[in-house]
């Protein structure tokens, strides 16, 4: 086959069904965007996305910090190693011309970036996506305003000099208004009810840290979190200080693997919902507290980044001067499944295409009763946990499963929050998005929620986290098969036992006792016996 032309490769990567021009790759051609976050979740899915579809863009600044062990520039050479580039490394090789490192950190004054590299994006930036934030949901007070109220407010004072910005799209969330239960969460800024930005940007100035700690669960007040807080605090404190910016507010819900781009199933993370559905299909929890039929809101995150693209296009081209527009992206009322339905799927994917040396059969539920849920938690599986431990200390092993479990349970509490409640949001503004796009874009960023199978799309998730979240290659799923096949022997057996040293005990005075006793323990000896042979059969 003949190398491809430049025309050919560039179809390719832009994905256009049928060739042709897509408005929105138009908008993206010859201009520079700075994304702050790019080494998120959604950041690395919003940088492949625009590289791939959206090709002859100019430059991509993205905003990185040094980390203990690499150079910001070694940060994104280990980011561009992911599979989530692999279609982009085969079609277009030379991508990363395509991208310079900023080396800053949103929580400094001014980013902390040169002036340099500063000069460079306040003169050539036009599009910005700002998705900076710490997602730690129980993070302190000072840092979570410091990084996303404050760390905006820089952005905004930043954008305000840029000599080209025609866009600017703050990342938010759906749950900035999680107290509103009763009715619909409109596409809108709720003020804060308690303190005002201004109040709370204040407080920081003057109050220390062991003041502030003393007084978070009533800063926070009806939120959840210190991130959900903020978060509300950000979208006021934008619209105080936006002027005439040309800003937009995206409100993703809880957002998951890839249902289709650049492949389905990609998730690199722990966090969040994937954490737990790992820890469901190791056998770390069983029961979660939560609403059986209460709907779920999962939103793929290559929609996401989809919507992201295209709200920076109609705000750039199609919004009115003096507004706001803001983008719920949800999914529970246009495709709704409830938690219910992804414990039950999320078992049965587990079932057939086990983690590797799993710690119990898979067999994740969400209970509606709380003491059964803690009884699954703190006893069975901690009893569990404990045996584990006690035979690693035996053979000289340095045990490790009850600090799991108390990761596990932290983690677990802070999810059963949104579990156990559920919201309505009002989807308007994304809707009218999706129905302005010309058919090109809709299939090429495509973000139809509508679109998505739960089945398939859990199926692929649950491979997806085996793969590459807890990096197991897909050729050990028949061995991981049957170590869970020896599992459920094990189970069978302790539930054996422990039949008969029920009957040993309540009926050892009966008449009929040492017959029945002597039957089934030859039932239970013929059972051991035939084990080998069943596992070698399987």
């Not at 983690?355 to 067999?363: D, Q, R």
Request: net charge positive; aromatic share 10%; with cysteine.
């Amino acid at each position: 086959m003949g190398a491809l032309s430049n025309s050919n490769a560039e179809a390719l990567l832009t994905d256009c069904p049928d060739g042709t021009s897509s408005a929105i790759a138009d908008f993206y051609k010859n201009r520079s965007i700075l994304i702050t976050g790019a080494s998120g979740f959604i950041g690395k899915q919003l940088l492949e996305k625009l590289l791939r579809s959206c090709s002859n863009l100019k430059k991509i600044y993205i905003l990185l910090r040094d980390s203990r062990h690499a150079s910001a520039s070694e940060r994104l050479k280990h980011i561009l190693s992911s599979a989530l580039f692999c279609r982009l490394w085969s079609g277009f090789p030379d991508f990363e011309s395509k991208i310079q490192v900023i080396k800053g950190d949103v929580a400094l004054p001014d980013f902390g970036i040169s002036d340099e590299d500063k000069e460079t994006i306040l003169s050539e930036v036009s599009i910005v996506f700002h998705l900076a934030a710490t997602v730690s949901f129980n993070e302190p007070l000072r840092k979570a305003v410091n990084i996303n109220v404050i760390g905006l407010q820089r952005l905004l004072e930043m954008c305000k000099q840029m000599k080209k910005l025609e866009a600017c799209v703050h990342v938010s969330t759906a749950y900035t208004n999680c107290h509103i239960q009763d009715e619909t969460i409109m596409e809108k800024v709720y003020k804060p009810h308690m303190v005002s930005p201004k109040q709370i940007l204040e407080a920081m100035k003057w109050m220390n840290d062991d003041i502030l700690k003393d007084i978070t669960d009533r800063i926070i007040s009806s939120h959840p979190n210190t991130y959900a807080f903020t978060k509300a605090i950000a979208e006021q404190m934008l619209l105080d200080e936006r002027d005439q910016l040309p800003v937009a507010i995206f409100r993703p819900s809880i957002v998951t693997a890839s249902v289709r781009e650049p492949f389905p199933g990609w998730v690199d993370n722990m966090n969040g919902a994937t954490g737990i559905i790992s820890a469901m299909g190791c056998g770390f929890v069983k029961a979660m507290y939560g609403g059986k039929h209460k709907l779920s809101d999962l939103v793929p995150v290559d929609l996401t980044a989809n919507v992201l693209i295209a709200v920076a296009w109609h705000t750039a081209t199609h919004r009115a001067a003096d507004e706001v527009p803001i983008y719920n992206f949800t999914s529970g009322t246009l495709n709704p499944i409830t938690w219910k339905e992804i414990g039950e799927c999320i078992t049965d994917q587990f079932r057939r295409y086990p983690i590797e040396n799993p710690f119990w059969i898979p067999n994740g539920y969400v209970t509606e009763n709380w003491y059964l849920r803690t009884f699954s938690l703190y006893v069975e599986v901690y009893l569990r946990l404990l045996g584990i431990d006690l035979l690693y200390r035996l053979v000289g092993k340095k045990p490790r499963m009850l600090r799991i479990h108390s990761r596990v349970i932290r983690m677990v509490k802070l999810l059963e929050y949104f579990t156990s409640r559920q919201w309505i949001w009002s989807n308007d503004s994304v809707i009218r998005l999706f129905h302005s796009l010309s058919e090109s874009d809709k299939q090429t960023f495509n973000f139809d929620i509508q679109s998505v199978v739960w089945k398939e799309y859990l199926q692929s998730y649950c491979l997806g986290i085996r793969q590459h979240a807890l990096h197991q290659n897909q050729t050990t799923i028949p061995r991981a098969q049957r170590v869970l096949q020896w599992i459920f022997y094990v189970r069978r057996i302790c539930l054996f036992g422990a039949s008969l040293l029920f009957i040993r005990l309540v009926i050892a005075k009966a008449e009929t006792a040492p017959r029945l006793w002597k039957f089934m323990t030859s039932m239970f000896a013929a059972f051991l016996q035939k084990m080998p042979m069943i596992a070698r059969a399987s």
